[in-house]
């Protein structure tokens, strides 16, 4: 490398086309006698970022790397290749016409070459005078006046060629990348990179931890990974499949593992109460299954074997209850609860909104609120939008233990809720809960001494690979069947064209008595677009069906209003429901059978799967409208059509699951956008099967002979954020 004087000089954003006019970029001389003043900001940028150790730094890879390691003639340079020349200014003017910018031209004996910018300084004037002989780094475009580059990087010539690529790194706008690169290559020469992995332990790569052998050090791959020789092939650095790549992905991929493991034992050594139902005909248990107007499935009843298991032991359970949309998991979670309040203790039962919380334990409460009250116990509700009164009286009935079950949103884990002997927690769609309000659940539920059990439930099944990484610290039940007379959702696919067919077919699932839902995309940016849509579309269908009772329900309706919808669809007093996606989960209205989903190609692949649940829950034929518009240029996006295409192609929510996996990657699974931080950052579970086998069965070993180096491996590659796994 050229040194830290190259990297400054370069300090003229590389992809300058992109700079607006409007904010001229810095003057190069004031930007380096500024960098004083501009550390802190720039600190305060890498801190936001997470680099704040050197070995945070050393683990910031980059995106892509420049080639300045060779210099082009301006005659061999090709159109729209980013090209580094060493040129003479021959000619260098300001024009105003049309607009006013610097006009450069320079020429190296093989051709000439004219540099436009649009926004510029004295200082680049003065750097870019007739004579000077410059360095020059850019997009070369061929025009009819001959080659030119548009805010071309630059500096005097002179000094070595770097010997290696120039890292790219991602950055934010606070930061700019020839500080990140000071910052990252200062610390990349003092970090520690001792090794960690002991050699009984090496992962299934060549020559691990040794130089020879074709194998790398930590160090040499990290050098190498932030700055390559030229002579790499740059397609095996862009897909991870380079050796360096690799030796960082096993050990990630440990990390995790090891973190994982290391809170489970810590959760193990957790004193739980030990919850046993009572035996015999009075069992709350009991007497519930004696209401129910079925039977369970082998797969509940098998479940609620594994849960009962787990409730009697003195460990807390840490339990993922997986099973497709209509497989019956409130039933399960209920009969949990009754084992929970059998043995006296409390059950909090928890989703992540109001309207969910509400519908997806109403029968649950309508069930056990009487066989509560036949024992002097009750049931509390607890809920964000609540009277004040209200709320006190339901925070009484907790804190005295009177209230048996507590349902409701988060509301149930804050601050003040004080549960008298919290037994058992019961998160519905938990991945739909932020990391942070799950870490407050753990903080909530570690109390007295006493942890109590843990029962998340999802619709949205974790594929194995998953399952075998962010969630090896769960044990995961699944009901893989479903209750029967369901009868199979035909699912259909149609241009929004052909939207007046759709709403003939309305017209006749009307006619033979059944109910419809219509589904309007959320618009993420704009909830007030989103409004706008569903009433149009309400409005649209009112008037086509006339006669007919047609509902809207969207999301910023009062919760009251949405509730007295949702009663009036579900009572069989409306024919069709608009909505924006407040019904995507949870909403049982057997007598539904149409499901109209309008820009289908917006939605998510297990949102679109979700959704279509909602139907086929009778015994009526059921079908799932798709109804998809095509971009401007009368296409659907790539992947648009691989989720349309899938929703034709299965039911099935696993494999659902497993294509939502490889069209989206593991983030949404893992409610990202909040745990971005716990995600992996340079393994991909789709490709590193291998290395994820190995580092599960290593992690329990490491932790057993070597629980220093496992503390040391932890520290390097989670600092302080080894808690996230937690959540
Ligand atoms: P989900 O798993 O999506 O939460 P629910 O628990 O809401 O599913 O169950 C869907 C519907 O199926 C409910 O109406 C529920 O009462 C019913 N149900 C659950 N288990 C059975 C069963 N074994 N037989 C018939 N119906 C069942
Ligand atoms: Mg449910």
Redesign the pocket.
């Known amino acids: 490398m050229g040194g830290a004087n190259h990297v400054s000089l370069f300090a003229v954003p590389q992809n300058a086309s992109s700079i607006p006019a409007a904010t001229p970029a810095a003057p190069a001389g004031k930007a380096r006698a500024g960098a004083a003043a501009a550390a802190s900001p720039a600190r305060k940028a890498l801190e936001k970022l997470g680099l704040t150790r050197d070995i945070d730094l050393a683990l910031h890879l980059p995106l892509r790397y420049e080639d300045e390691t060779r210099i082009t003639a301006i005659a061999s340079a090709r159109t729209g290749e980013v090209a580094q020349i060493e040129a003479v200014v021959t000619a260098s003017e300001v024009q105003l016409h049309p607009r006013r910018m610097l006009k450069v031209m320079v020429d190296d004996g093989s051709a000439t070459c004219e540099l436009t910018f649009f926004s510029f300084y004295p200082s680049h004037r003065k750097a870019l005078a007739v004579g000077e002989r410059l360095r020059i780094r850019g997009e070369v475009k061929g025009g009819f006046w001959g080659r030119q580059m548009l805010h071309p990087a630059f500096r005097k010539a002179g000094g070595d060629l770097p010997s290696a690529l120039t890292p790219v790194y991602p950055t934010t706008a606070q930061l700019p990348q020839a500080y990140l690169r000071r910052a990252i290559a200062t610390a990349l020469a003092r970090v520690q990179l001792p090794e960690t992995v002991p050699h009984a332990l090496a992962p299934p790569l060549p020559g691990w931890g040794s130089a020879g052998a074709g194998g790398w050090t930590l160090r040499d791959a990290l050098i190498f990974l932030h700055h390559p020789t030229p002579d790499v092939a740059l397609a095996t650095l862009q897909d991870h499949s380079h050796p360096a790549w690799q030796r960082l992905k096993a050990e990630e991929l440990l990390a995790q593992q090891l973190a994982q493991l290391t809170a489970r034992r810590a959760r193990e050594r957790l004193q739980a109460p030990q919850l046993r139902a009572a035996a015999g005909d009075g069992a709350l248990g009991a007497q519930l299954r004696a209401l129910l107007p ?4 082998g797969a ?1 009843e098998r479940v609620v074997r594994e849960i009962a298991a787990d409730l009697a032991d003195h460990r807390p359970m840490h339990r993922l209850l997986q ?9 399960v979670a209920a009969l949990a609860a009754c084992v929970c309040i059998d043995a006296g203790w409390q059950c909090a039962l928890m989703a992540p909104t109001e309207i969910l919380a509400e519908q ?1 334990f109403a ?1 649950l409460v309508d069930w056990l609120a009487p066989l509560l009250a036949a024992r002097g116990q009750c049931v509390a509700w607890l809920a964000g939008g609540q009277k004040k009164k209200e709320r006190s009286a339901m925070l009484e009935l907790v804190a005295s233990g009177a209230a048996a079950l507590v349902v409701g949103t988060h509301a149930v884990i804050q601050e003040q809720v004080q549960f008298a002997r919290l037994g058992l927690a019961v998160i519905d769609e938990q991945h739909r809960f932020g990391v942070a309000q799950r870490l407050q659940l753990r903080k909530k539920l570690d109390h007295q001494g006493r942890e109590p059990h843990l029962l998340m ?1 999802s ?1 949205t099944p974790i594929p194995r690979t998953l399952a075998m990484s962010y969630y090896a610290d769960l044990d995961v039940s699944t ?1 893989d069947e479903l ?3 369901r009868t199979p959702v035909v699912t259909k696919l149609i241009a929004d064209s052909r939207r007046d067919e759709v709403v003939q077919r309305i017209a006749l699932q009307l006619a033979a008595g059944r109910q419809v839902y219509w589904v309007c995309p959320l618009i993420e940016e704009s909830e007030a677009l989103d409004l706008t849509n569903a009433t149009a579309t309400h409005a649209e269908l009112s008037e086509a069906l006339p006669g007919v009772a047609v509902g809207l329900l969207h999301s910023r309706m009062p919760a009251a209003e949405k509730k007295a919808v949702m009663d009036a669809f579900k009572a069989g007093q409306m024919g069709v429901l608009v909505s924006t996606t407040v019904i995507e989960v ?1 909403v ?1 209205v ?1 007598n539904a059978s149409l499901m109209v989903i309008e820009h289908a190609e917006r939605f998510g692949l297990s949102q679109l799967h979700q959704l279509r ?1 909602r139907v086929g ?1 009778g015994s009526a034929a059921s079908a799932c409208v798709l109804l998809y518009s095509v971009g401007d240029n009368g296409r659907l996006g790539e992947s648009a059509r691989e989720r349309l295409k899938a929703m034709l192609e299965t039911a099935d929510g696993f494999e659902i699951a497993r294509r939502d996996l490889e069209i989206r990657g593991p983030g949404e699974f893992l409610g990202a956008r909040q745990s971005g931080d716990a995600l992996l950052r340079f393994a991909d579970l789709a490709q590193d099967g291998a290395l994820l086998t190995w580092a599960r069965e290593s992690a329990p070993r490491m932790l057993d002979t070597h629980p220093q180096l496992a503390q040391a491996h932890l520290q390097r590659w989670l600092g302080g954020r080894a808690d996230f796994l937690k959540a």
């Open positions: 079925f039977a369970l499935t509940q099973g497709d949309v209509g497989s019956g998991k409130t039933i997806h029968k439930m619709a009901i209750p029967p007379g949870g049982d057997p649940g829950r």
